[in-house]
């Protein structure tokens, strides 16, 4: 997958070995538990990122297969006293199935049309966990949803929780990129480059998009068991329209054909709030303001900030020498 | 196994946009193993012949048989894979990608390896993915863009972009070749080499329907030419014969040469 | 008796789903003007509505402005807003991709409910019906008066856009800078202004679907989103870009949403309509009136 993005693993692995250690500053011993949710959020968001950076497929309804994910482990297991394991394989096959299922007559559609259909099938999805009560409790939601473990250990705390959830999102990152780098990812861009050329040496298109849309409708999935078994508890907001909506910002604001840029945006977006918590009532400004200034200032995404801080350095540096 | 003589065949073609006919009635047929021109003025309907044979676009009516089998209202992709690649009046590069990249691409079609496959590594994958790059490297090789390799593909000057589109056409091991005008805008040894590598090509056993304007270049390789005008076809014979047929030239100079 | 109760209340689904519809047939519209425009969706639609709302309920109510007079000056407050938005935060952005044109409309969207609960607050404000609150009977069905006033402006604004676009010179400017933003430019259309007319159009129809729904409906800063949402199924069921389809589709959504609500479950209803919606576009991809060679010319 070559070497940069080799060495960027290797990084980001230690950074997030050693990141629990601001959990001893008292004033942001909290960020480990935000960190959770970062990795979480990334696992959604790098799956999209694929499918819109490289597939050329918009979603908002992602959100659904988050709560497919934390829902099935969660009946399955609070109520239904499943083993937490299967109980997430399960999540995943319903959530894959019900992405073959969507994704087959909907990626055929067209841009604003797939964004208006993805947002109507996520939002139907979540019509579903408010309204068959006797399965999901409704708009209360249900606790009593049991940690996961293995081999007798239990990931109780939130520092095990911590890096499970990472080991888990640092895997998929590593997945993603293979992908990238492959037979596969290359007839994903090759489609950008020129459609007429990608069709006439036999990329069948749509496969890939399907493929892709699964994957990542996967990975939510996985992303929403782990949510499950961390927070014990589960109820319809967390998976509605607008966390969806948050997601698709999270991809274009980290920069769109990245999987770095996915985390890099899923990690702003999350702590932005906790960020501007000292606003009271006006964080809503101040985040449409932060965003707005990203947008405009940013065009590539986040991502793209290091490379233009480093043009912006290095011609003064050899201009000194 | 029987092979027809033909590698294509093309009965009654016809394709219009709209009023404009751009391909009208058209029947010919390419023997297997040789380099056939197609040559007419500008708007004779050449492109748009490529682009129904290799699937681009589906004809009004007609039929196409390629290689025995009739594969008329056949997609893209499925072309491909049966042995048809072609090359681009207009170079249609993937220019973000590296020359080499570009090429592989070109094997997609041979290659079969899936996403979650892909994704994990398996070594399966891994022996697909170096056999590829391998594969690649030949092809770049045989038109001569070794040193290139690691090159931005929108980078290159116009002459190697157009080798580059023939080395990812040859990487999807077609039977048959359709290049369109790959000498515009070469110079004279360029064009010289081109004329070379077609000839190899075609001695590999890869037939070549070749859209020119450059007539030297046609009369040098060509075995047999098509003449089309308004979508018609003027003349399909041999270059000398073709040469001079008085309706070809009427149709190339816009002489009428029973008044002149 | 038994059946002349059903038919009482069938009556009633109707009036309320064409009433409902009738909104979101305007936001659709909104979405349409704007789209044909720039090919963006403008997620912040449903902001004009709200501020639509909000203001007149701080005219009429705390400013206590004649009902007529203050209904025009939040069209030009709105419609302020609209161009403002073009202008400092869509313009400066040209020449750059559809999805981030469309991201930039989200974060509008964020910025615009952030400030009007700066100015309003958080609760949910009434607005005095236009002409009392004495119901009337139709069909056996009993209707407010305001219902009649949704309707008839809803049809009042159908005729005035399509004589706009039909007949008048920048109304057909419009249309043809939809048709095709480069040609539109070749024979002399500024299509810069007309991108910036669009903002302004529709920040004025979202304006006049604020204020009229308003009364029966109560408006709160953070409802803009809920309102986008049904105004673009509504413009998507339709057909992108076509301004009828709107219409119908806006109607349909309310009276699938009515009808569901009343003969199904309440809380299926809005699941109804986004089924319905994806069947249609199942089947047809381009939505109910919009023509698949003609979305094929647009690139979203
Ligand atoms: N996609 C299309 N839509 C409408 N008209 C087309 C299309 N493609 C080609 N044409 C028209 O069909 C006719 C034939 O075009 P074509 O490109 O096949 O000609 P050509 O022989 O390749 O010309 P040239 O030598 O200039 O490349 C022209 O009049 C052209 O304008
Ligand atoms: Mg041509």
């Known amino acids: 997958m070559g070497r940069r993005n080799l060495i960027g693993i290797l990084f980001f692995s230690i950074f997030i070995l050693l990141f629990p250690l601001v959990g001893r500053i008292s004033a942001v011993s909290h960020y480990v538990d935000i960190m959770i949710f970062v990795g979480l959020t990334a696992m959604i968001t790098m799956g999209l990122s694929l499918l819109m950076g490289y597939a050329g497929q918009i979603s908002l309804g992602h959100a659904a297969f988050y709560g497919l994910g934390a829902y099935t482990s969660g009946i399955l297991t609070a109520k239904y006293g499943i083993n937490p394991w299967p109980a997430l394989l399960a999540g995943i096959f319903l959530s894959a199935a019900v992405a073959v299922i969507v994704g087959s007559p909907s990626l055929k559609l067209r841009g604003h049309y797939l964004a208006m259909a993805t947002l109507a099938f996520g939002e139907i999805i979540y019509i579903i966990f408010n309204e068959t009560v006797s399965l999901t409790e409704g708009p209360d939601g249900f606790g009593n949803i049991p940690h996961l473990s293995i081999f007798g250990f239990k990931f109780e705390s939130i520092l095990a929780n911590y890096y499970l959830v990472w080991a888990v999102a640092i895997i998929m990152l590593i997945f993603l990129l293979n992908i990238i780098h492959s037979r596969v990812g290359r007839a994903l861009s090759s489609i950008h480059g020129s459609e007429i050329a990608a069709m006439t040496m036999g990329v069948n298109a749509s496969r890939y998009k399907i493929q892709v849309f699964v994957i990542s409708a996967a990975m939510a999935s996985v992303a929403g068991s782990l949510y499950a078994h961390y927070v014990q508890f589960i109820n319809p907001p967390v998976f509605d329209l607008f966390f969806s909506i948050k997601l698709l910002m999270m991809v274009i604001i980290g920069g769109m054909a990245s999987v770095w840029g996915a985390i890099i945006g899923a990690a702003l977006i999350t702590f932005l709030p906790e960020w501007l918590l000292f606003l009271e009532d006006f964080d809503i400004l101040a985040y449409g303001l932060v965003l707005l200034l990203i947008i405009i200032f940013l065009p590539k995404g986040l991502f793209s900030l290091p490379g233009i801080l480093y043009r912006s350095v290095t011609p003064r540096l050899k201009s000194r020498s | ?260 | 008796m038994e059946n002349y109760g059903l038919i009482n209340q069938l009556a009633q689904y109707l009036i309320t789903g064409i009433t409902v519809g009738s909104i979101y047939a305007i936001v659709g519209i909104g979405f349409n003007i704007i789209y044909n425009a720039t090919e963006i969706i403008n997620f912040a639609q449903g902001e004009f509505v709200m501020l639509g709302g909000l203001v007149m309920v701080t005219l009429v109510h705390t400013v206590h402005l004649p009902m007529p007079l203050a209904f025009l000056i939040t069209i030009a407050i709105v419609t302020l807003v609209g161009l403002l938005m073009e202008r400092l935060a869509i313009f400066p952005l040209k020449e750059t991709s559809v999805m981030r044109l469309v991201i930039m409309t989200i974060a509008l969207s964020i910025l615009i409910k952030g400030l009007a609960m700066f100015v309003w607050g958080k609760n949910s404000f009434a607005l005095k019906p236009f002409s009392g609150d004495t119901p009337l009977s139709l069909l056996g069905a009993s209707i407010v008066p305001q219902t009649l006033w949704i309707i008839g402006i809803t049809v009042l604004l159908v005729v005035l856009l399509s004589l706009f676009f039909g007949r008048t010179i920048i109304g057909k400017a419009m249309s043809a800078c939809a048709d095709n933003l480069e040609a539109a430019s070749l024979v002399g259309i500024n299509a810069q202004r007309m991108v910036m007319l669009s903002f302004m159009l529709s920040a004025g129809l979202g304006a006049v679907a604020g204020m009229i729904i308003t009364p029966m409906a109560l408006m709160e800063y953070d409802r803009g989103a809920m309102l986008a949402l049904k105004g673009f199924g509504a413009c998507i069921l339709g057909g992108l870009g076509n301004f009828y389809g709107a219409v119908v589709a806006g109607i349909l959504l309310g009276l699938i949403e009515s009808y569901g609500a009343g003969l199904i479950s309440s809380g299926y209803k809005d699941a109804l309509a986004l089924g319905a919606l994806l069947l249609v576009l199942f089947i047809k991809p381009s939505g109910l009136l919009g023509s698949a060679e003609a979305s094929k010319l647009k690139k979203f």
């Open chain 2, 1 to 260: 196994m029987f092979q027809s003589e033909n590698i294509l065949e093309i009965s009654s073609l016809t394709k219009a946009f709209g009023g404009l006919v751009a391909i009208f009635d058209l029947d010919f047929t390419v023997s297997r193993g040789i380099i056939k021109a197609i040559i007419g003025p500008n708007g004779a309907g050449k492109t748009t012949l490529f682009n129904l044979i290799s699937g681009v676009l589906s004809s009004d009516t007609g039929d196409i048989i390629f290689n025995g089998q009739p594969v008329t209202k056949y997609k893209p992709h499925q072309l491909a894979e049966r042995g048809i690649s072609r090359t681009f009046q207009t170079v249609e590069l993937f220019s973000e990608m590296t020359v080499l990249q570009n090429v592989m691409i070109g094997r997609h079609i041979r290659t079969r390896k899936g996403v979650l496959s892909v994704g994990l590594k398996l070594p399966a994958s891994r022996r697909e993915e170096r056999a590829i790059f391998e594969k690649a490297r030949y092809y770049l090789d045989f038109v001569g863009l070794e040193e290139k390799a690691d090159q931005e593909a929108g980078n290159l000057p116009l002459g190697q972009q157009k080798l580059l589109e023939i080395a990812r056409a040859l990487a999807t091991e077609p039977k048959l070749l359709l290049l369109d005008e790959p000498a515009a805008g070469l110079n004279e040894t360029e064009t010289e080499m081109a004329a070379q590598l077609f000839k190899v090509i075609r001695d590999e056993g890869i037939t070549i329907i070749l859209v020119e304007h450059d007539m030297n270049l046609v009369m040098n390789v060509a075995e047999e030419v098509l003449v089309l005008d308004y979508g018609r076809k003027i003349a399909d014979d041999k270059p000398e014969v073709v040469r001079s047929d008085p309706e070809v030239i009427n149709a190339y100079l816009g002489v009428d040469i029973e008044y002149a």
